[in-house]
């Protein structure tokens, strides 16, 4: 077996830039895992090196938004892909949510945010009188 050992070309090793007038410049997108249980959703987030009082978490309806801004960091690197900068998630859910019921905590870089549906998307029982 043989290794090859070389620098890498001096193109490579800028900075990547994103071009002007991209509408994606400067944010990071926030990928999430979101499940249903029951009645209510409960979504999960990387959000790591963030602490609650960085997050802005808003419900209006079935819409969930997520802001937050990670630090960004002016030195030169080779290669950057850790995340930095604002970043803005909305969701649009299945069913109204109980703003006043959710619950959100970050463990380890993890945001999980657990969203009751509104009373008026819970599915109802109905008996049905015998005569």
Known sequence: MTFYLSTYPRHLTRRWEVRAGDP??????LPVDVREEGDAFVL???????????????????TLSIEGQYPQDEAEYALSELPSGAFRRTLRLASELDAEKAEAKIENGVLVLRLPKAESARPKVIKVAVN
């Open 24 to 29: 994606l410049e400067g944010t990071h997108a």
């Open 44 to 62: 999960k987030a990387f959000v790591p090196g963030l602490t609650a009082d960085q997050l802005n978490i808003q419900i209006l309806d079935d």
